[in-house]
């Protein structure tokens, strides 16, 4: 992801400049742009998700997840087009440890207060279950 110019169109897709929408948000926006991707397993997930769903926005927020913001993310995004993708690290390992099926899960994907959470290797196999949150 690269850095928002001031005259560039915002990102939100409001259709207006940068400078006369969101470049005063400043925090707000990790909620509904993400973090730059943070690894390729994340962006094979979003490409093949976003040609599936095209009415949604897709964002990692594996950087910035934890065990203290998983509910205002969710809630931040309620009512938004937005699906949250996160994978596994030490700093978010606490979501993954209450809402896991198993030690080896490694991906969790919110929308709408849902979540699911697998492992990586198996995410070809919960693509139906993801279009049941997802819509």
């Known amino acids: 992801m690269t850095k928002q110019g001031r005259n560039d169109i915002c990102n939100c897709g409001s259709g207006k400049k940068f400078k006369k929408c969101c470049i005063n948000v400043g925090q707000e926006t990790k909620f509904t742009m993400g973090q730059p991707v943070s690894s390729q397993r994340i962006v094979d997930m979003v490409e093949i998700l976003q040609r599936r769903f095209t009415n949604y926005r897709f964002i990692n927020i594996t950087d910035d997840l934890d065990d203290t913001n998983y509910k205002e993310y969710q809630l931040k995004n309620f009512n938004t087009n937005i699906v949250m993708i996160a994978e ?27 979540f699911r959470s697998f492992i990586y290797r198996n995410f070809e196999r919960v693509i139906e279950s993801l279009a049941t949150m997802i819509k």
Not at 88 to 114: A, P, Q, Y
């Open 88 to 114: 596994k690290t030490l700093k978010n390992s606490l979501v993954f440890i209450e809402r896991e099926e198993t030690t080896e899960t490694d991906i969790i994907i919110m929308h709408k207060g849902s």
